[in-house]
């Protein structure tokens, strides 16, 4: 019986070997142009004396708060769990959440204003989409502790520095400012803001700014759909909208027309390089009339000609820094300047159309967030970079840095002398030459340059017994090799061999000049 009912029992199904649903996978190219372009920009942050912070990927829910746009999604578009001991815990959506938290827990420790900068994964439980991952990377840079509008202007003026230092050259992108006040002042004369009331439209306002923010997906009549009753998808998916009146519809809808026409009438302005005129100042002039009596817009109005008066001291002028009312990004916890960076050049999409690259970075202030855990004010402003899709941008122009080549492979002619192989693996390695020793069945030579193809190794070191009684090694310049083998004549190729017998105490000096040809 027991028998039968081993053969009968079914077999366990094995595991599937695919990715989560919104996950991918990051190979050696991809890492390592990924963290070339991390030096870089924490070089920039460095140089205006920012410090490294590493934080925990999971936080509590209760210090993350609710502050993402997606709060229709389960677990308000966190991954979360309850612990052993009630606790809800969560992996971090963000880097700025956390930061929050390190500046209450230790503020008696940290100088103030603390200015930091952070690199690192983050989750979000979203719909994912082309493009759009539940994991993806942040590098982060803020200052905490300052209410002064000039660390505003600074992060922005950082922002420009860390696009060019990457690859992104003056011209190709944009950093757009606003300032959440200035929103606030038309929500005011919208009715959909009581001074008197902050709390008042809550749920609303957050529906209106996340409206807005998708400005650039949507469209004005996909926004319209989400100030209303909502909008449905292509997927048919619905998204409640903010019921709001069709008068403060109206109200917001009229702003963001007029804000369309405002700056392009703005963007065709010449720039006047003494900076006593500018685009920016254009726009500015825009706002205040925007905006009208509202106390709220106008400071907000106030703060931006500010940052704007600051740049153009430093020589950041609307050439790459500019006002966009546009501009309120979709988190719920920022108080005052809003940016984001967009890159301006075209790509082709899936289908072949001409589009812009659109945004790689945004950020703001958000001087309540640590209030959270204090019960005490402390301003705070900072800036985020998708590295993801900056990465993506690059290669889409081909400029993507870090070192692809593979490492120089050491072939096994003979297994009984794996030592002598291990050997020059090591001297290759203490030189500072990057050098593997193959380490499959060595049974079939071809196997082993089929290899070294595949880790796109520029040189196969090869030593057979014959080599080994004479004291030489053979270097095969599979680079060449390769061009030789596409189009090279019978002449080239004598000139220019790919394979050479050189000493084997001149193994490492003879690797080094091959890499440098």
Same mark, same amino acid.
């Given at each position: 019986?027991?028998?039968?009912?081993?053969?009968?029992?079914?077999?366990?199904?094995?595991?599937?070997?695919?990715?989560?649903?919104?996950?991918?996978?990051?190979?050696?190219?991809?890492?390592?142009?990924?963290?070339?372009? @991390? *030096?870089?920009?924490?070089?920039?942050?460095?140089?205006?004396?920012? #410090?490294?912070?590493?934080?925990?990927?999971?936080?509590?829910?209760?210090?993350?708060?609710?502050?993402?746009?997606?709060? #229709?999604?389960?677990?308000?578009?966190?991954?979360?769990?309850?612990?052993? #001991?009630?606790?809800?815990?969560?992996?971090?959506?963000?880097?700025?959440?956390?930061?929050?938290?390190?500046?209450?827990?230790?503020?008696?420790?940290?100088?103030?204003?603390?200015?930091?900068?952070?690199?690192?994964?983050?989750?979000?439980?979203?719909?994912?989409?082309?493009?759009?991952?539940?994991?993806?990377?942040?590098?982060?840079?803020?200052?905490?502790?300052?209410?002064?509008?000039?660390?505003?202007?600074?992060?922005?003026?950082?922002?420009?520095?860390?696009?060019?230092?990457?690859?992104?050259?003056?011209? *190709?992108?944009?950093?757009?400012?606003?300032?959440?006040?200035?929103?606030?002042?038309?929500?005011?004369?919208?009715?959909?803001?009581?001074?008197?009331?902050?709390?008042?439209?809550?749920?609303?306002?957050?529906?209106?700014?996340?409206?807005?923010?998708?400005?650039?997906?949507?469209? @004005?009549?996909?926004?319209?759909?989400?100030?209303?009753?909502?909008?449905?998808?292509?997927?048919?998916?619905?998204?409640?909208?903010?019921?709001?009146?069709?008068?403060?519809?109206?109200?917001?809808?009229?702003?963001?027309?007029?804000?369309?026409?405002?700056?392009?009438?703005?963007?065709?302005?010449?720039?006047?390089?003494?900076?006593?005129?500018?685009?920016? %100042?254009?726009?500015?002039?825009?706002?205040?009339? %925007?905006?009208?009596?509202?106390?709220?817009? @106008?400071?907000?109005?106030?703060? @931006?000609?500010?940052?704007?008066?600051?740049?153009?001291?430093?020589?950041?002028?609307?050439?790459?820094?500019?006002?966009?009312?546009?501009?309120?990004?979709?988190?719920?916890?920022?108080?005052?300047?809003?940016?984001?960076?967009?890159?301006?050049?075209?790509?082709?999409?899936?289908?072949?159309?001409?589009?812009?690259?659109?945004?790689?970075?945004?950020?703001?202030?958000?001087?309540?967030?640590?209030?959270?855990?204090?019960?005490?004010?402390?301003?705070?402003?900072?800036?985020?970079?998708?590295?993801?899709?900056?990465?993506?941008?690059?290669?889409?122009?081909?400029?993507?840095?870090?070192?692809?080549?593979?490492?120089?492979?050491?072939?096994?002619?003979?297994? #009984?002398?794996?030592?002598?192989?291990?050997?020059?693996?090591?001297?290759?390695?203490?030189?500072?030459?990057?050098?593997?020793?193959?380490?499959?069945?060595?049974?079939?030579?071809?196997?082993?340059?089929?290899?070294?193809?595949?880790?796109?190794?520029?040189?196969?070191?090869?030593?057979?017994?014959?080599?080994?009684?004479?004291?030489?090694?053979?270097?095969?310049?599979?680079?060449?090799?390769?061009?030789?083998?596409?189009?090279?004549?019978?002449?080239?190729?004598?000139?220019?061999?790919?394979?050479?017998?050189?000493?084997?105490? *001149?193994?490492?000096?003879?690797?080094?000049?091959?890499?440098?040809?």
């Amino acid at each position: 019986m027991a028998n039968d009912k081993t053969q009968g029992a079914k077999a366990a199904r094995r595991p599937r070997a695919e990715t989560p649903k919104g996950f991918r996978d990051y190979f050696g190219a991809e890492v390592t142009a990924r963290k070339a372009m @991390l *030096d870089k920009i924490a070089e920039v942050y460095h140089r205006y004396g920012f #410090d490294p912070l590493e934080t925990s990927a999971v936080e509590t829910v209760e210090a993350l708060g609710k502050f993402l746009p997606d709060v #229709d999604r389960p677990n308000e578009g966190v991954f979360g769990w309850q612990d052993e #001991d009630a606790d809800w815990l969560a992996l971090r959506y963000d880097l700025t959440a956390p930061l929050a938290r390190v500046a209450a827990q230790y503020r008696n420790d940290l100088p103030s204003p603390y200015r930091r900068f952070a690199m690192g994964p983050v989750w979000r439980n979203e719909k994912p989409g082309p493009g759009r991952f539940r994991q993806f990377y942040q590098c982060d840079a803020d200052t905490v502790g300052s209410a002064s509008v000039a660390a505003d202007a600074e992060i922005c003026a950082m922002l420009s520095d860390a696009l060019e230092i990457v690859g992104i050259p003056r011209g *190709d992108y944009v950093v757009k400012v606003n300032n959440r006040k200035v929103l606030n002042g038309v929500m005011e004369v919208a009715g959909v803001l009581d001074p008197s009331d902050p709390s008042k439209f809550e749920a609303e306002r957050g529906i209106v700014l996340r409206a807005i923010d998708k400005l650039d997906r949507l469209g @004005l009549e996909g926004v319209r759909a989400l100030l209303g009753a909502g909008r449905k998808d292509e997927s048919g998916d619905f998204t409640k909208g903010a019921g709001l009146s069709e008068h403060a519809v109206e109200k917001i809808m009229s702003f963001l027309y007029g804000n369309q026409e405002a700056m392009g009438d703005i963007n065709e302005f010449e720039f006047v390089t003494t900076g006593k005129v500018s685009q920016n %100042l254009n726009a500015i002039k825009y706002l205040r009339d %925007l905006v009208g009596s509202s106390q709220t817009g @106008l400071e907000g109005v106030a703060e @931006l000609e500010l940052i704007v008066t600051y740049l153009e001291s430093q020589g950041y002028g609307s050439d790459r820094i500019v006002i966009d009312p546009s501009v309120v990004r979709g988190l719920g916890y920022y108080t005052g300047p809003v940016y984001e960076a967009e890159l301006t050049f075209e790509i082709l999409d899936e289908k072949g159309r001409k589009r812009s690259f659109g945004s790689v970075a945004g950020g703001g202030r958000y001087d309540d967030l640590v209030k959270r855990f204090t019960g005490q004010a402390v301003p705070a402003t900072g800036v985020s970079i998708g590295v993801d899709r900056l990465l993506a941008a690059l290669a889409a122009k081909g400029r993507l840095a870090g070192d692809t080549a593979g490492p120089v492979v050491v072939t096994v002619m003979d297994r #009984d002398r794996m030592a002598d192989y291990m050997g020059m693996v090591a001297d290759l390695r203490q030189a500072g030459i990057r050098a593997e020793v193959y380490l499959g069945n060595p049974k079939q030579f071809g196997n082993q340059l089929k290899y070294a193809d595949k880790r796109q190794s520029p040189i196969a070191i090869i030593q057979g017994g014959n080599e080994a009684e004479k004291g030489v090694v053979i270097l095969k310049d599979l680079i060449l090799g390769a061009k030789i083998a596409q189009s090279a004549t019978l002449e080239e190729w004598k000139d220019q061999p790919a394979q050479v017998e050189v000493p084997r105490a *001149d193994l490492v000096e003879a690797v080094r000049k091959m890499l440098g040809a």
